[in-house]
């Protein structure tokens, strides 16, 4: 049965499958867990611990940290209140993209999971948030991402932006700006091999991006 989590203890599993799964750890370093929260290595020490017991990581002392399947699922749990409530604020409240991260952060540790369920069901039961990031269903599994940056992709491919991997409201007002939300087509028109600028062109218009932007945005090459 799944433990009824403080609204810190949800933080730490939910920023460790992060770690986990975006940075491609085997175990997650106490120092970057440390620095994903923002909190002195005592703290960090402690809650480590206390979800120890709790069974809900596995703490391999001078290696790291992960996830037993018990405190994944919590991590699952919280990720997909996150989610849905980015899809209520945006498409029901008229919060833009770029501004709902930081209330969904609230709102994620509302404990009812029959309100959870039930904003699915009136949700429609959305496949992704409005970043493109895959939401989970009730079991906690979770639909296929992309993958593929386009960072790495070469000119003259074409596919689609999936997600958004850069949250904050500044990158997300650029790539607005840009017309290059989820869901939008693109083709690569070239890339410089130097610095990796690429020139795009998207609904009938061109446009110009950096290689940092290009690594933040998450695509579906065609095949």
């Known amino acids: 049965?799944?433990?009824?989590?403080?609204?810190?203890?949800?933080?730490?599993?939910?920023?460790?499958?992060?770690?986990?799964?975006?940075?491609?750890?085997?175990?997650?370093?106490?120092?970057?867990?440390?620095?994903?929260?923002?909190?002195?290595?005592?703290?960090?020490?402690?809650?480590?611990?206390?979800?120890?017991?709790?069974?809900?990581?596995?703490?391999?002392?001078?290696?790291?940290?992960?996830?037993?399947?018990?405190?994944?699922?919590?991590?699952?749990?919280?990720?997909?209140?996150?989610?849905?409530?980015?899809?209520?604020?945006?498409?029901?409240?008229?919060?833009?993209?770029?501004?709902?991260?930081?209330?969904?952060?609230?709102?994620?540790?509302?404990?009812?999971?029959?309100l959870v369920d039930r904003l699915d069901d009136f949700l429609g039961y959305p496949a992704y948030d409005p970043h493109g990031d895959p939401i989970p269903d009730a079991n906690g599994k979770i639909r296929n991402a992309y993958t593929e940056l386009m960072s790495d992709c070469d000119a003259g491919q074409q596919g689609m932006i999936g997600r958004i991997k850069d949250s904050s409201a500044d990158f997300l007002r650029l790539i607005e700006e840009k017309d290059l939300r989820p869901n939008t087509r693109f083709r690569i028109i070239s890339k410089e091999p130097y610095d990796g600028i690429m020139e795009l062109e998207r609904n009938s218009k061109r446009v110009t991006i950096s290689e940092k932007v290009a690594s933040n945005l998450f695509v579906k090459i065609d095949r």
């Open 1 to 114: 049965m799944t433990k009824k989590l403080s609204l810190s203890e949800e933080n730490y599993l939910k920023a460790i499958y992060f770690l986990l799964r975006n940075n491609e750890y085997d175990l997650v370093p106490t120092t970057e867990l440390a620095g994903r929260l923002n909190a002195k290595a005592s703290s960090i020490t402690d809650m480590v611990r206390k979800l120890d017991q709790k069974k809900l990581v596995r703490h391999r002392p001078y290696k790291g940290i992960d996830l037993t399947e018990e405190g994944e699922r919590n991590a699952m749990k919280v990720i997909r209140k996150h989610r849905l409530w980015e899809v209520f604020l945006v498409e029901y409240l008229g919060f833009g993209w770029e501004e709902v991260h930081d209330v969904a952060e609230q709102l994620e540790h509302i404990q009812s999971d029959k």
